[in-house]
């Protein structure tokens, strides 16, 4: 192996240990910040010693106790200091003693406790949810500052920051690392789900840069809802999201056409679709109904993007079963961009007018004014009504929201046919 | 990006122990855990398969098992990983796991590109 082999190799292998690794260290000393920079001197080590040596057998094992013996350092000088300073009280002298003798038990315990503890203090209420996303990505994720620097298109410095920051503050706040119970975890991990989701969200549908998709982005979103999916098998609502993400993913390829164009959903060659994710998100959201109970909001958009999957033509779908659960989810999460959908759905099951109705109910939403599918969806519904004159106007003013220049001749071209009394579509 | 990786070795005449599948079942599970394990499968006896080759237009089938072949192919893993330098990685856990001798063959899966430009 070259020196860049055995680097691009420890990037690998730290992209598969750093989870574990900063896991385990944080039960151990106590403090995520810590644990990170311990775990980050093991990898200077490894970059250091192994393109000489080689890369260990078991490079997850090295990493591990080389952290360790840092850990243990660290916890020797942390304990030298405190009595110097004793206002420390000893309570933390023992916790910190505790913890020295816990160091080899942890070692064998299984890891995945740890684990969703890491996740639900990368979550934290205390922090902002753009500290959220980056801590998660970058201590679960194993993305490197850089990496996420560049997903969320933002300077590395200020990354960085956000970074140190969210550190600062969960030490600042002493949050325990646990995962919580009771009535707390259901909010708790509503704030964990919605990180997931965002990080998902911004690969699919990128709100900053040239690139209209980022697919990266969504794998790291798939990867951490599946590993979060096998640590909470009980909860109907982290299989939902995970659901949710490997259908929609699975379109990925059939959303963008031959000339970088965005293609929607009913337009979409279901060929190209992925047939494994469509698998693996069915599976998910099975295990989400078996779980019983009410469907939560990422289960029913499981369902609502599981029944789109189901359909092997745009003729197949069951637009009656969408009705039911956009309503659902209407009741659930209400928001405008939810009655749009809804609309869509209605005017499929039961005709323009009904589509048109709740279409119109929303029109005046402030926060839909700058939504190009609003007008969009509204002139169609008009023009399938007859109503020519009021759907040009509607289409022209899509075409005027609309940042996309395909789109914007597609609605064009769609006013103009509405100018000579045809649907155009 | 997905790899195939397709593992080949010498086949054995006796079918897995109750603790050899349930050793691999939990390997499975720790490793779709990490989200990086798409799907896998494993084989069995090639007695049970079959080669099916074309050549010069005259297609023939040869049925199992390979006794000619040192190392047949075992199963196979559909990998997520970032790099081909992960999949190697997880590959040689894989190994290391199974124990014995054997190779895997690592082969990166196309995948049309999802990216355009706005």
Request: glycine content about 8%; some cysteine.
């Given at each position: 192996m070259t020196?860049?082999?055995?680097?691009?190799?420890?990037?690998?292998?730290?992209?598969i240990?750093s989870?574990?690794?900063?896991a385990?260290?944080?039960r151990m000393v106590?403090?995520?910040?810590?644990?990170?920079?311990?775990?980050?001197?093991?990898l200077v080590?490894a970059l250091e010693?192994?393109?000489?040596?080689?890369?260990?057998?078991?490079?997850?094992?090295?990493l591990?106790?080389?952290a360790?013996?840092?850990a243990?350092d660290?916890l020797?000088?942390?304990?030298?200091?405190e009595?110097k300073?004793?206002e420390?009280?000893l309570e933390i002298?023992?916790r910190?003693?505790r913890?020295?003798?816990?160091?080899?038990?942890?070692i064998?315990?299984?890891v995945?406790?740890?684990?969703?503890?890491?996740?639900?203090?990368?979550?934290h209420?205390v922090l902002?949810?753009e500290a959220?996303?980056?801590l998660?990505?970058?201590?679960?994720?194993?993305?490197t500052?850089?990496?996420i620097a560049?997903a969320f298109?933002?300077p590395v410095p200020t990354i960085a920051?956000?970074?140190?920051?969210?550190?600062?503050s969960?030490?600042?706040?002493?949050?325990p690392?646990?995962?919580?119970?009771?009535e707390?975890?259901?909010?708790?991990?509503s704030?964990?789900l919605a990180?997931i989701y965002l990080?998902f969200?911004e690969?699919y549908?990128?709100?900053?840069?040239d690139?209209?998709?980022r697919?990266e982005?969504?794998?790291?979103a798939?990867?951490?809802g599946?590993m979060?999916?096998?640590?909470m098998?009980?909860?109907a609502?982290?299989?939902?999201?995970?659901?949710?993400?490997?259908?929609?993913?699975?379109r990925l390829r059939?959303?963008?056409?031959p000339?970088g164009e965005?293609?929607?959903?009913?337009d979409?060659?279901?060929?190209?679709?992925?047939?494994?994710?469509?698998?693996?998100?069915?599976a998910?959201?099975?295990?989400?109904?078996?779980?019983g109970?009410p469907?939560?909001?990422?289960?029913?958009q499981?369902?609502i993007?599981a029944?789109?999957a189901?359909a092997?033509?745009?003729?197949e779908?069951?637009w009656?079963?969408l009705t039911?659960?956009?309503?659902a989810?209407?009741?659930l999460?209400?928001?405008?961009?939810?009655?749009v959908?809804?609309?869509?759905?209605?005017a499929?099951?039961?005709?323009?007018a009904?589509?048109l109705?709740?279409v119109?109910?929303?029109?005046?939403?402030?926060?839909?004014?700058?939504?190009?599918?609003l007008?969009?969806?509204?002139?169609d519904?008009?023009a399938?009504l007859g109503r020519?004159?009021?759907?040009?106007?509607e289409f022209?003013r899509?075409?005027?929201?609309?940042?996309?220049?395909?789109?914007?001749?597609?609605?064009?071209?769609?006013?103009?046919a509405?100018?000579?009394g045809?649907?155009?579509a | 990006m997905?790899?195939?990786?397709?593992?080949?070795?010498v086949?054995?005449?006796?079918p897995?122990?109750q603790?050899?599948?349930?050793?691999?079942?939990?390997?499975i599970?720790?490793?779709?855990?990490?989200?990086?394990?798409?799907?896998?499968?494993g084989?069995?006896p090639?007695?049970?398969?079959?080669?099916i080759?074309?050549?010069?237009?005259?297609?023939?089938?040869i049925?199992g098992?390979?006794?000619?072949a040192?190392?047949?192919v075992g199963?196979?893993?559909l990998?997520?990983?970032?790099?081909?330098?992960?999949?190697?990685e997880?590959?040689?856990?894989f190994?290391a796991f199974?124990?014995?001798?054997?190779?895997?063959e690592?082969?990166?899966?196309y995948?049309a590109?999802?990216?355009?430009?706005?």
């Open positions: 020196p860049s082999d055995t680097h691009r190799a420890i990037d690998a292998i730290w992209r240990e989870a574990r690794l900063i385990r260290l944080t106590g403090d995520v910040g810590i644990a990170e920079d311990v775990a980050q001197d093991a080590a010693t192994w393109p000489e040596s080689g890369v260990p057998d078991n490079p997850g094992a090295w591990m106790a080389t360790k013996h840092r243990i660290h020797r000088r942390a304990k030298r200091l009595r300073h004793e420390l009280g002298e023992e910190q003693e913890a020295v003798q816990d160091l080899d038990v942890a064998d315990d299984p995945g406790d740890d684990l969703l503890r890491l996740v639900f203090i990368a979550c209420p902002s949810t959220r996303v980056a998660t990505l970058r201590l679960l994720g194993g993305l500052t850089e990496e560049r298109l933002v920051q956000r970074i140190v920051r969210a550190k600062r969960l030490t600042a706040a002493r949050v690392f646990e995962v919580p119970r009771g707390e975890l259901a909010a708790r991990l704030s964990v990180v990080v969200n690969g549908s990128a709100t900053a840069g690139a209209w998709v697919p982005l969504c794998e790291d798939m990867r951490l599946r979060l999916a096998e640590l098998p009980g909860e609502e982290v299989h939902g999201l995970v659901a949710m993400m490997e259908i929609q993913a699975s059939a959303r963008v056409g000339s965005p293609v929607l959903l009913l979409q060659d279901r060929s190209r679709w992925d047939k494994l994710l469509i698998g693996r998100g069915l998910a959201l099975a295990r989400a109904e078996q779980l109970g469907h939560g909001p990422y289960a029913l499981g369902a993007a029944c789109h189901r092997r033509t745009p003729e779908t069951d009656t079963r039911a659960l956009y309503d989810l209407a009741q999460t209400p928001s405008p961009v939810v009655e959908n809804r609309a869509v759905a209605y499929f099951a039961f005709g323009p009904a589509g109705e709740i119109d109910a929303v029109a005046a939403e402030p926060a839909l004014q700058e939504y190009h599918l007008p969009s969806v509204r002139g519904l008009l399938r020519f004159g009021e759907a040009r106007v022209e899509a075409a005027a929201l609309t940042r996309n220049t395909r789109e914007r001749e597609l609605l064009l071209g769609r006013a103009a509405c100018a000579g045809k649907p155009g | 997905r790899f195939l990786s397709i593992y080949k070795t086949e054995r005449k006796t897995p122990t603790e050899e599948m349930d050793r691999m079942g939990k390997y599970e720790e490793s779709m855990k990490s989200g990086a394990l798409l799907a896998t499968e084989c069995l090639s007695a049970l398969g079959a080669r080759r074309s050549n010069g237009g005259k297609i023939t089938v049925d098992p390979f006794t000619e040192k190392e047949v199963g196979f893993a990998l997520q990983a970032g790099s081909k330098e992960e999949a190697v997880l590959t040689k856990r190994l199974v124990g014995g001798d054997g190779e895997c690592l082969r990166q899966i995948e590109p999802a990216l355009a430009e706005r």
